[in-house]
C-alpha cells in the first residue's frame, strides 16, 4: 500500500493495466527521465504488482495481478493525469504499429541535405500544389505571407490573417504586385479572426499557434470558420526548452507535445485527428516540428 500511495506510480501502473510497454515508451508517455520511470518500475517490482520480460535489447513490463485493476480505475479517478497519460498511451500504440513513420522520418531529415540535381522543396512544394483541388483557405497567423502566396497559384481564395499591422501591409503590398487577385490580408486576432463562420474549407495554422495566448482558443475559432466537412492543418514546434526563443522570437508557448494537439483538436469538435513528427533539426538546439490535422464533421 505504500508503493501504491505514490500518484506517479499509480499513473505507470494505470498503463501497465492497459498494455505491456517498454520504458522508453513509458518515458514518452509519462515526460519523465529513464532513471526515475526505471526506479518506479524496480520498486512496483519488488512489491509483486508489475513483471517484465526480455525481448532482444528491452525489457517490457505489464501488471502482474489483474485483479488489481478495479483498485487501479476507481484510484484514477483521483489523478488529474490520467486522461491525458492514456491519449498518450494512443499515440505511442500508434506509433508501435505505424513503423514505417520512422522511415520516412529520418528520410525526412535527410531530404535537401546533399545536392541532386533537380531536387528541391520548392520543385516538391510546387508538385505538390497543383494537385490541391481549388478551395477557400484561411492562413491564421501569416506574418509576411510566404505559405499564402503559394497557396493562392491554385486556391480559390486565400485570406491571410496576422494582428501585425506591417506584416499585414507589407503582405498586401506583395500580392498586389504579383497580381494575386485572390489573395487577401486582414488584421485580426488568432482567438477571433476576423472571418464568417463556415467560410473556409482550410484552416492552416504555420509555426504560429505557439505565439497565441490561448491556443486552444484559436484552434475553437477555427472550427467556427470551417464548413461542415473542413479541415485544419498544425504545423507547429514540438515542446522543447529553448528558452531564448520567448525573447528571440517572441514565443509564448515552447511549443506543443502531439498529446496536446490531439487535445486541442479533439475538444474543439475535430474528428480522424492525427499527428506526427515531420522534421528534426540535427544542430541545437535541435527543434522539432509536428504535423497534426483533423476534420470537422
Known sequence: MRVL??????RLLLLLEREELS?????????????RISTYLAQLKQAGLVEDRRQGK??????????FADLLHSAAAEIPEANGDLKALQLVLEKRRDKVRGY????????????????SWKGLAETLLQLMPPMVVGDLGAGEGTFSQLLAQRAERVIAVDNSAKMVEFGARLAKENALTNLEYRLGDLESPPIEAGTLDLAFFSQSLHHALHPEKAVCAAFRLLKPGGRIVILDLKRHGFEQAREMYADTWLGFSEVDLRVFLEQAGFRNVESWIVDREKQAPALETILAIGARP
Open 104 to 119: 520516412f522520418d529520418e528520410l525526412a531529415g535527410k531530404f535537401g541535405r546533399d545536392y541532386v540535381p533537380g531536387r
Open 23 to 35: 520504458v522508453a515508451e513509458l518515458q514518452e508517455i509519462l515526460a519523465t527521465g529513464q532513471s
Open 5 to 10: 500511495a505514490d500518484p506517479n506510480r499509480l
Open 58 to 67: 528491452h525489457s517490457w513490463y505489464r501488471l502482474k495481478d489483474p485483479q
